[in-house]
């Protein structure tokens, strides 16, 4: 957040509130995400095992997209909006899973947030995947990596 800048989604009174965007053009909005899916050597071999780890990953990248276009159905106050592009990609390394989502859209509003849950759903995905053999499973270090299009321009972590 800028200095001198209130909260976006606060009223007047302190209450929340949705932006109002209709005086805002549609510009083309790009956000880039990711989180880490922490798991056992167990849980990470399942996924690694042949058609069950092929269905894990499929299963996964499946929840990223639906989260990603129902995000505003998770976040009280994020606008419903019309993404044109989604991509998830899931990858497993030696000490857990990658999970990054790219959401795209022309619209009068960022796709940060669509970004974020299609990453949060699809690391779920695989947490409940992977429950049986490992209940210390978790979502680790979801951020925004990268936001681009409308007023504020540009913004790299």
């Not at 071999?45 to 990223?64: E, F, K």
């Amino acid at each position: 957040m800028s200095e001198g800048r209130g909260l976006s989604h606060v009223d007047a009174h302190g209450r929340a509130a949705m932006v109002n965007v209709t005086a805002k053009s549609p510009t083309r909005r790009v956000a880039r995400a990711r989180c880490t899916v922490r798991t056992s050597s167990a849980g990470l071999q399942l996924m690694r095992d042949g058609t069950a780890g092929d269905d894990i990953v499929s299963t996964a990248r499946t929840a990223g997209l639906l989260g990603a276009k129902r995000a505003a159905s998770f976040i009280p106050l994020c606008h419903p909006i019309h993404i044109d592009a989604v991509v998830v990609d899931i990858t497993v390394g030696e000490s857990g899973v990658c999970v990054a989502a790219t959401a795209e859209a022309v619209e009068r509003t960022g796709v940060e947030m669509e970004a974020l849950t299609a990453c949060a759903c699809a690391g779920l995905s695989i947490v409940r995947a992977v429950w049986s053999v490992d209940r210390a499973a978790r979502v680790d270090d979801l951020v925004l990596l990268h936001k681009s299009g409308g007023r504020s321009g540009t913004w790299n972590r």
